[in-house]
C-alpha cells in the first residue's frame, strides 16, 4: 500500500496541478469573491513556479554541490549507482532509453576509470506501478559493459523498488564483504539527501557523489527574472515531489 500511495501522493503535490485545480474551482464557485481570489492565487503560483530565477536559488539551497575528481582523497571498493533515469516503457527492448539523469552512469564510469572505486554496484528494479520488460539495473549494466566496464566489476541488485529498499539491499549484500566507508553513493544531486538518510538508516553511513544538476550558475537576465519558464516549472515538480518522498519517509520511519 505504502509503495501505492508513494507513487500517487507527489502528483497531488506537483504545482501545476494545484494550479489547475485553483482554477477549476473558482471556475465552478457561485461566490464572486471567492472566484476571483482563487484566480489571483493561481495567477501567483503560475507567476511563481514559472520563475527561474526564484526556482533556481531554491534548487541551489537543496541540491548537494558537486564534489571535484581532485578533491577525492581516498579509493573506494565500490560505486553505488542508483538506478532511475531509464525509460522502461520504450521498445524496442534491445537497448536502454535515458530520460535525464544519464550522468550518474557516465560519472560513475569517469570514478571507475580514474581508479576510485574497484567494482560499480547498480541498484534498483521497477520502481513503476506496472511491470516492465527489463529491470532498470539489468540495462545500466549492460550499458556499463558496453562501455568498457569487465563484467566482473558490475554487481546488480535488481529488486528494489525504491530507495529504501535500495539501501536495505544493497547493505544486506555488502555487509559481510565490505565496510560502509569502503563505499561512495552516486546519484541525482536532489535526490542526495533522501539516498544518504536511507542508507544510514541501515547503518550503511557511506561517502556521496553528486551527478545530475538542475541548478544552474546564478543569471540576472531578462529570462531568468521575468519571462515565464517550463523548465522551472519542471524543477519545481522534481523538488517537490523529492521533498514529499523526504516527508513519507520520515513518517513511516524509513529515514
Given at each position: 500500500?505504502?509503495?501505492?500511495?508513494?507513487?500517487?501522493?507527489?502528483?497531488?503535490?506537483?504545482?501545476?496541478?494545484?494550479?489547475?485545480?485553483?482554477?477549476?474551482?473558482?471556475?465552478?464557485?457561485?461566490?464572486?469573491?471567492?472566484?476571483?481570489?482563487?484566480?489571483?492565487?493561481?495567477?501567483?503560483?503560475?507567476?511563481?513556479?514559472?520563475?527561474?530565477?526564484?526556482?533556481?536559488?531554491?534548487?541551489?539551497?537543496?541540491?548537494?554541490?558537486?564534489?571535484?575528481?581532485a578533491?577525492?582523497?581516498?579509493?573506494?571498493?565500490?560505486?553505488?549507482?542508483?538506478?532511475?533515469?531509464?525509460?522502461?516503457?520504450?521498445?524496442?527492448?534491445?537497448r536502454?532509453?535515458?530520460?535525464?539523469?544519464a550522468?550518474?552512469?557516465?560519472h560513475?564510469?569517469?570514478?571507475?576509470?580514474?581508479?576510485?572505486?574497484?567494482?560499480?554496484?547498480?541498484?534498483?528494479?521497477?520502481?513503476?506501478?506496472?511491470?516492465?520488460?527489463?529491470?532498470?539495473?539489468?540495462?545500466?549494466?549492460?550499458?556499463?559493459?558496453?562501455?568498457?566496464?569487465?563484467?566482473?566489476?558490475?554487481?546488480?541488485?535488481?529488486?528494489?523498488?525504491?530507495?529504501?529498499?535500495?539501501?536495505?539491499?544493497?547493505?544486506k549484500?555488502?555487509?559481510?564483504?565490505?565496510?560502509?566507508?569502503?563505499?561512495?553513493?552516486?546519484?541525482?544531486?536532489?535526490?542526495?539527501?533522501?539516498?544518504k538518510?536511507?542508507?544510514?538508516?541501515?547503518?550503511?553511513?557511506?561517502?556521496?557523489?553528486?551527478?545530475?544538476?538542475?541548478?544552474?550558475?546564478?543569471?540576472?537576465?531578462?529570462?531568468?527574472?521575468i519571462?515565464?519558464?517550463?523548465?522551472?516549472?519542471?524543477?519545481?515538480?522534481?523538488?517537490?515531489?523529492?521533498?514529499?518522498?523526504?516527508?513519507?519517509?520520515?513518517?513511516?520511519?524509513?529515514?
Amino acid at each position: 500500500m505504502f509503495f501505492f500511495l508513494s507513487k500517487t501522493l507527489s502528483y497531488l503535490t506537483m504545482p501545476i496541478v494545484i494550479i489547475c485545480v485553483l482554477f477549476l474551482i473558482a471556475a465552478f464557485l457561485n461566490r464572486k469573491l471567492w472566484r476571483k481570489r482563487l484566480r489571483r492565487a493561481g495567477v501567483i503560483l503560475l507567476f511563481l513556479f514559472t520563475n527561474d530565477f526564484i526556482c533556481n536559488e531554491i534548487v541551489l539551497l537543496w541540491e548537494v554541490p558537486p564534489t571535484p575528481f581532485a578533491e577525492l582523497k581516498k579509493k573506494y571498493t565500490y560505486g553505488i549507482v542508483l538506478t532511475g533515469v531509464g525509460k522502461s516503457e520504450m521498445e524496442p527492448t534491445d537497448r536502454m532509453y535515458f530520460s535525464r539523469g544519464a550522468d550518474r552512469v557516465t560519472h560513475t564510469l569517469q570514478l571507475y576509470k580514474l581508479g576510485f572505486i574497484k567494482k560499480i554496484l547498480v541498484s534498483g528494479g521497477n520502481g513503476k506501478l506496472y511491470e516492465v520488460a527489463k529491470q532498470e539495473a539489468d540495462e545500466m549494466a549492460e550499458v556499463l559493459v558496453l562501455m568498457g566496464v569487465p563484467k566482473e566489476d558490475i554487481v546488480i541488485e535488481n529488486t528494489s523498488r525504491n530507495t529504501h529498499e535500495s539501501a536495505l539491499e544493497v547493505s544486506k549484500m555488502l555487509q559481510k564483504s565490505v565496510k560502509p566507508e569502503e563505499c561512495i553513493l552516486v546519484t541525482s544531486s536532489f535526490h542526495i539527501r533522501r539516498s544518504k538518510a536511507c542508507f544510514e538508516k541501515q547503518g550503511w553511513n557511506v561517502d556521496v557523489f553528486s551527478t545530475d544538476f538542475i541548478s544552474h550558475k546564478r543569471k540576472f537576465t531578462p529570462d531568468a527574472l521575468i519571462i515565464p519558464s517550463a523548465g522551472a516549472l519542471l524543477n519545481w515538480h522534481i523538488l517537490t515531489r523529492e521533498w514529499t518522498g523526504m516527508i513519507t519517509y520520515k513518517l513511516v520511519g524509513y529515514i
